[in-house]
């Protein structure tokens, strides 16, 4: 039976939003075709009608995953950013949660579009956090910036950090505790010009 263009890009979209998924909880390495494929409904043999290789795929998995952070971003100002991002809702659930905080370790050591993807996708994540830079001259808007990479960059690492203790450790929570306190503090002290 022939597939129609509608479709097969409802079915590449699909296995995108799936591999975004598993990417997140397994790592690039820790998710294979035929894998993905199955999670998908799909057979293995379908995957190179849709994509040229698994790193095309990586790539477009990191678009979706930083596509869905920016998404459940919008609206929210950096106090709601912050508490939302350091719970542990959110450090329990990596499939589901930021693409960065899963993903940087393993896409530092990819090729360059899965890199580029990751530099776009936080771009974008910046923009979607800066709101606080409205108004303000250049400089103001360069500080407003940095402040917005100071964050997202503290905020990943904590994330990653305490992913990286055993589940019940005390030391897990604390990261997220002290970490969600400083950036809030660092937030309500900082200079809005």
Do not use: W
């Not at 799909?42 to 040229?52: A, I, L, M, P, V």
């Not at 998995?61 to 106090?79: H, I, L, N, P, S």
């Not at 579009?113 to 830079?133: I, Q």
């Amino acid at each position: 039976m022939k597939v129609t263009k509608a479709q097969a890009q409802a079915n590449r979209t699909h296995i995108v939003e799936t591999a975004s998924t598993l990417f997140r909880e397994r790592g690039y390495d820790g998710v294979g075709i035929a894998d993905l494929m199955a999670a998908a409904g799909f057979t293995h043999g379908g995957f190179y009608k849709h994509f040229g290789s698994k790193a095309d795929l990586m790539a477009e998995a990191a678009a979706c995953g930083v596509a869905q952070t920016v998404a459940k971003t919008e609206g929210a100002d950096m106090v709601g950013y912050v508490q939302q991002y350091l719970s542990r809702e959110h450090r329990d659930s990596p499939g589901d949660g930021c693409t960065m905080a899963a993903l940087c370790g393993d896409a530092a050591r990819q090729e360059e579009p899965v890199k580029a993807a990751f530099a776009a996708g936080l771009e974008s994540l910046l923009a979607a956090l800066g709101r606080e830079g409205e108004g303000l001259d250049t400089a103001g808007r360069k500080r407003a910036r940095a402040r917005r990479i100071d964050s997202i960059a503290h905020a990943v690492g904590a994330i990653m950090l305490s992913r990286a203790c055993p589940d019940d450790s005390p030391l897990a929570d604390e990261i997220l505790e002290v970490c969600r306190s400083a950036m809030l503090s660092q937030i309500s002290g900082a200079p809005k010009k």
